[in-house]
């Protein structure tokens, strides 16, 4: 019998081989019968059995050969080369196998809290950005559990946030002035970097009271984060007889945010005639 190391002539050292176990593939013990026989040269002179419960190595575990993380959402690898926070979506695959004649019983994943207990699938939507780890349990008929961990990292998304805006007249030394004939463009906003790699822009128009068509009168990269007032203090010219709109656009990969503020006519302290000026 493999493993049998005769010890002398009345005892006698067996070492289980490990091959045993494939022999109990859904627990993780099992019996096993020893049967000692005793000869005097061909005469046989008695047998013995005993009972005894072999165990599984603890090391004997289900084999997790690969496991792959791939962006699921079009677009979002080609532009990021990263995943990106309520825009990216898992597509994973798991290998497995058991191990001396167990099977895989059942997978268990967990991405950002959630459990998912197949070896294929895509995930929804990240929630979360930042930080954190993939993790990978299999399950073997033996009950034995292999785990593998993935690092995972997320970059943060917000869509443009335009806090606050407004417009006002201006001269053309760029000072308020409610009889002025320029504008000046006055916001707050921020754009989600995602590795600097967002593509990002802003676009101001106007629209004179009575039209249907914007005039896009300024437009270009926008800064990550603004705070304060730009003064156009050149064009457009924005008449003093008419009350106009001026909109502001935050544009990025994702969408775009607009938001709209009304000038009114040129302040007088009295009007003579029918246009409302002199």
């Known amino acids: 019998t493999d493993g049998l190391v005769m010890v002398s002539q009345t005892a006698a050292t067996l070492t289980p081989p490990v091959t045993l176990a494939g022999l109990v593939t859904t627990t993780d013990m099992g019996p096993c019968v020893i049967t000692c026989t005793t000869y005097d040269g061909d005469n046989l002179i008695g047998s013995r059995s005993s009972t005894l419960t072999l165990h599984v190595p603890e090391d004997m575990l289900p084999v997790i050969s690969s496991v792959t993380v791939a962006e699921a959402t079009d677009g979002i690898a080609a532009q990021f080369n990263a995943f990106v926070q309520t825009k990216s979506t898992l597509d994973i695959h798991i290998a497995a196998a058991g191990v001396s004649g167990s099977t895989v019983a059942s997978y268990r994943t967990t991405v950002q809290g959630v459990v998912y207990t197949d070896p294929e699938f895509i995930t929804p939507i990240l929630a979360a950005s930042g930080a954190s780890v993939i993790v990978v349990e299999v399950i073997d008929t033996r009950g034995r559990t292999a785990t593998r961990e993935i690092p995972l990292s997320v970059l943060e998304y917000f869509p443009p946030r335009l806090d606050s805006m407004r417009a006002d007249r201006i001269n053309q030394a760029g000072v308020l002035d409610d009889e002025g004939d320029r504008v000046g463009i006055t916001a707050s906003f921020a754009i989600a970097p995602v590795g600097d790699r967002n593509v990002h822009s802003y676009t101001a128009q106007y629209r004179r009271s009575g039209d249907s068509a914007w005039t896009t009168f300024d437009t270009g990269a926008a800064s ?55």
Request: glycine share 8%; charged share 25%; no cysteine.
């Open 224 to 278: 990550w984060e603004y705070d304060g007032t730009k003064k156009y203090t050149d064009a457009p010219f924005i008449s003093t007889d008419y009350p106009y709109t001026i909109r502001l656009i935050l544009t990025d990969f994702f969408g775009s945010i607009q938001a709209d503020y009304d000038i009114a006519v040129a302040y007088a302290l009295m009007d003579w005639r029918e246009t409302g000026r002199g």
